[in-house]
């Protein structure tokens, strides 16, 4: 947490708390300041509302925005601020997330919403993506995020090398 976040993590549950750090996690491991927020498109208009008319001049980059079912949010806050807004569609027991992926993703032309893949994958995936977006005006940053695809590279190549090995298969 942060007095001056630059990024914003909201989400519209406290629900969709566990999937959301794995978002929290990749700013807090590049050392990113960040806030995170329980705001509901649907229970607390007004205070999305609020939040998404103010986030900028509070100094915020950019917002994430979880939510599933009929998943709002990411919208809603996109059509309060030009700051580039991410949304991540949760996981449903109704619909699997497909439910929330079309809700975040089929934004009306005019009001982006950068989406990312449904659940954990899509909140690791936001975290990267708002670090490469700050990324283009840090190069330490920069540096940090090729960095860090290397030690993913390797581990993979590592992998395959224990496949042909055998030691695995
Ligand atoms: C959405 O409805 C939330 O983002 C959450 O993913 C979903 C269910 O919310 P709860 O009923 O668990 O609070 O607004």
Request: proline content about 4%; aromatic content about 2%.
């Amino acid at each position: 947490m942060n007095e001056h976040p630059e990024v914003s993590i909201v989400m519209g549950s406290k629900s969709d708390l566990e999937v959301m750090t794995e978002a929290s996690g990749v700013l807090r491991e590049f050392g990113i300041g960040h806030e995170v927020r329980v705001i509901s498109a649907h229970r607390t208009p007004q205070k999305a509302h609020e939040f998404g008319n103010t986030a900028k001049t509070r100094g915020v980059k950019l917002i994430i925005a979880g939510a599933g079912k009929a998943a709002h949010l990411a919208g809603v806050m996109a059509s309060l601020t030009t700051l580039p807004v991410i949304g991540v569609p949760m996981k449903t027991s109704d619909l699997g997330g497909l439910d929330s992926l079309l809700s975040t993703v089929q934004m009306p032309g005019g009001i982006p919403v950068a989406t990312t893949a449904i659940g954990r994958a899509g909140a690791k995936n936001a975290g990267l993506l708002a670090v490469a977006i700050l990324a283009l005006s840090n190069e330490e940053l920069s540096s940090k995020l090729d960095a860090y695809r290397e030690v993913m590279t390797n581990a993979v190549k590592q992998a395959d090398t224990e496949v042909i090995n055998g030691s695995d298969a």
